[in-house]
Nanobody, 117 residues
Framework: QVQLVESGGGLVQPGGSLMLSCVASALKLTQYNMSWYRQPPGAQREWIASIGRFETTAYADSVKGRFVISRDNDQKTSNLQMNNLIPEDTAVYYC???????????WGQGIQVTVSS
């Protein structure tokens, strides 16, 4: 059974950093593009970062220069390093794996990140 499990969220002050981790089970990660999305309070889920098989990355303008996405295919993990956090980064963050062949999506359960003083 495929599972994506996020960890590393929590409360952080503005200007602080957090690293989110996503561990995938029952997936051959090289067959998937990995992404992170977030859903702010009262808003729709939005894409923020992706990393392809060969570690090509893409970022939403709102996080470019502050967030870094990475992956480790052997460990079946994807990380999201978040720096210089601002209150607008407060959201539930979701890990996503999308098959490069079928386009099928798998999602984590989501993890809360709150940026507040």
């Amino acid at each position: 059974q495929v599972q994506l499990v996020e960890s590393g969220g929590g409360l952080v002050q503005p200007g602080g950093s957090l690293m989110l981790s996503c561990v995938a089970s029952a997936l051959k990660l090289t067959q998937y593009n990995m992404s992170w999305y977030r859903q702010p309070p009262g808003a729709q889920r939005e894409w923020i970062a992706s990393i392809g098989r060969f570690e090509t990355t893409a970022y939403a303008d709102s996080v470019k220069g502050r967030f870094v996405i990475s992956r480790d295919n052997d460990q079946k993990t994807s990380n999201l390093q978040m720096n210089n956090l601002i209150p607008e980064d407060t959201a539930v963050y979701y890990c996503n794996a999308r098959s490069r062949y079928s386009g099928r999506d798998f999602w984590g359960q989501g993890i809360q990140v709150t940026v507040s003083s």
